[in-house]
């Protein structure tokens, strides 16, 4: 699901919508090789790449922090560290 919807928004992207996107999870090489799919499909690359892992509160802040729109693709979501620390930095 996480790499439909990233190559989703890559396509609006692609066709015009002004926005910067970004991927993020665990595992900096699947995010990597994830990101030249994206461009391999003719579609531009994530502005950014962020590491953050939900057993790690420092690294959520640091994520939540950098962006203002959070798509949570993990689950659960009621009362998770994405959701609460979105809320702290003001991200949706």
């Given at each position: 699901?996480?790499?439909?919807?990233?190559?989703?928004?890559?396509?609006?992207?692609?066709?015009?919508?002004s926005i910067k996107f970004g991927i993020s999870g665990?595992?900096?090489?699947?995010?990597?090789?994830?990101?030249?799919?994206?461009?391999?499909s003719g579609f531009p690359s994530p502005h950014d790449i962020i590491i953050a892992d939900t057993s790690d509160e420092k690294s959520m802040q640091l994520?939540?922090?950098?962006?203002?729109?959070?798509?949570?693709?993990?689950?659960?979501?009621?009362?998770?560290?994405i959701v609460r620390n979105s809320k702290k930095s003001r991200s949706i």
């Open positions: 699901m996480f790499k439909r919807v990233a190559k989703y928004i890559a396509k609006k992207v692609k066709l015009g919508w665990r595992n900096q090489g699947k995010l990597e090789a994830l990101s030249q799919e994206i461009i391999d994520a939540c922090k950098s962006t203002k729109v959070i798509l949570n693709m993990t689950g659960p979501y009621r009362f998770s560290k």
